[in-house]
């Protein structure tokens, strides 16, 4: 089993940046990737960033340019760095982690809201 707890979320002004860290404990060996997703109030969770072990990254396309995922696989935290934040960006934002054991699963942190005002 794993568990993953997010900081760092809260209120900032517009063009403020924000730094989501995610923290993995238990049974992490075997991790394939780990990412963040988001859910803007009234829509559907949606992808954010992600990084295989292989160290590659994709972003979603409102990420591209202002946030940073990063991935420190010995102390099992993976960060988010986001710059120039919009309203838009407003929303619960959620760690995620993709092990084999040996099947793939999937494991979600509870979500750390981030609200961004204009």
């Known amino acids: 089993q794993v568990t993953l707890v997010e900081t760092g979320g809260g209120s900032v002004q517009a063009g403020e940046s924000l730094r989501l860290s995610c923290a993995a404990t238990?049974?992490?060996?075997?991790?394939?990737?780990m990412g963040w997703y988001r859910r803007p109030p009234g829509k559907s969770r949606e992808p954010v960033a992600r990084?295989?072990?292989?160290?590659?990254?994709t972003y979603a396309d409102f990420a591209k340019g202002r946030f940073t995922i990063s991935w420190d696989k010995a102390k099992n935290t993976a960060d988010l760095q986001m710059n120039d934040l919009k309203p838009e960006d407003t929303a619960v934002y959620f760690c995620?982690?993709?092990?084999?054991?040996?099947?793939?699963?999937?494991?979600w942190g509870e979500g750390i809201q981030v609200t961004v005002s204009s």
């Open positions: 990084m295989l072990r292989t160290d590659e990254t």
């Open positions: 995620n982690l993709d092990r084999w054991d040996p099947n793939l699963s999937t494991y």
């Open positions: 238990g049974s992490v060996f075997g991790t394939a990737a």
